[in-house]
């Protein structure tokens, strides 16, 4: 699922696709969709350069040995980070061939299909990523990711619903759910649940920009760039909340004097 970006660019211009990935669906270590599945422990590189260097150096691990599933991940890994999509999903996909019964790469493969909207696709994948008896709650957040991406919001929060039989109380997952609820037009729930998931030991700068944007969607917009301002430069989270501001008030023009508010809850 996308996040609220602090980039004009990147920024929503509709509910339906705020927020991603979870959960969005790159990077590692990060909400719903965002993790490459069970890796060693590492460091998290931390800028572009830091990306550039495990892009050589797994590059060259994967380039000595296709055969090695954890260069692979490790690879594709890099070149997402990079923005270089499309070779990280023919890397991963060339090495679900060579490895067809590797979870954690069936993890990252679809991931990957996911990243670059092949969504179908990735839920196939997804369901040889794991098994009934032997669940893996990353798995089903990120199951549930791609069927909010597909508008399947009731079937994505069963997913949840099973992740959190897991992981009861994982940011990543509350995250994807809050979200979820947005999507569904219950934002009070989005927000309950956002707020329980930026409460929690773990959750990242993008859970709270997910909880700030629910609440400006509320027409709590001081509210709102309160919470973006705690991981945000003052001026990007009040443009972000500005952008908020603007797409309600474009939403009231075109419903008319009449309509619901934003308060109502109804997207």
Not at 24 to 51: H, K, Q, R, Y
Not at 152 to 169: C, E, G, L, N, T
Not at 211 to 223: D, I, M, T
Request: proline share 6%; hydrophobic share 40%.
């Amino acid at each position: 699922m996308r996040l609220f970006s602090a980039h004009p660019a990147r920024r929503v211009a509709t509910v339906a696709v705020f927020a991603l990935v979870a959960v969005a669906i790159g990077g590692c270590n990060t909400v719903g969709m965002n993790s490459t599945g069970p890796l060693p422990a590492s460091v998290e590189p931390g800028s572009e350069a830091d990306w550039r260097r495990e892009i050589d150096a797994w590059g060259e691990r994967y380039r000595a040995n296709s055969q090695d599933p954890d260069a692979a991940i490790r690879y594709a890994r890099a070149l997402r980070a990079t923005g270089q999509r499309s070779q990280a999903l023919a890397v991963l996909e060339q090495a679900s061939i060579r490895s067809p019964k590797n979870k954690a790469l069936l993890g990252a493969y679809g991931r990957a299909l996911a990243e670059t909207g092949n969504y179908d696709q990735a839920l196939d994948v997804f369901t040889r990523a794991h098994t009934p008896d032997q669940p893996d709650w990353k798995i089903l957040s990120a199951q549930g990711a791609v069927l909010d991406e597909m508008g399947r919001h009731d079937q994505a929060q069963r997913h949840y619903a099973s992740a959190r039989k897991i992981m009861p109380d994982d940011p990543s997952v509350l995250s994807n759910l809050g979200l979820s609820y947005a999507l569904s037009n219950d934002l009070p729930r989005a927000e309950a649940t956002l707020r329980r998931a930026a409460a929690r030991p773990g959750a990242d700068a993008r859970v709270r920009q997910n909880l700030a944007l629910v609440v400006g969607l509320q027409g709590r917009f001081a509210e709102a760039e309160s919470i973006a301002r705690a991981d945000l430069p003052a001026a990007e989270a009040a443009a972000n909340v500005a952008y908020v501001r603007q797409m309600l008030a474009q939403r009231r023009e075109v419903r008319g004097p009449g309509a619901p508010s934003s308060r109502s809850g109804n997207l």
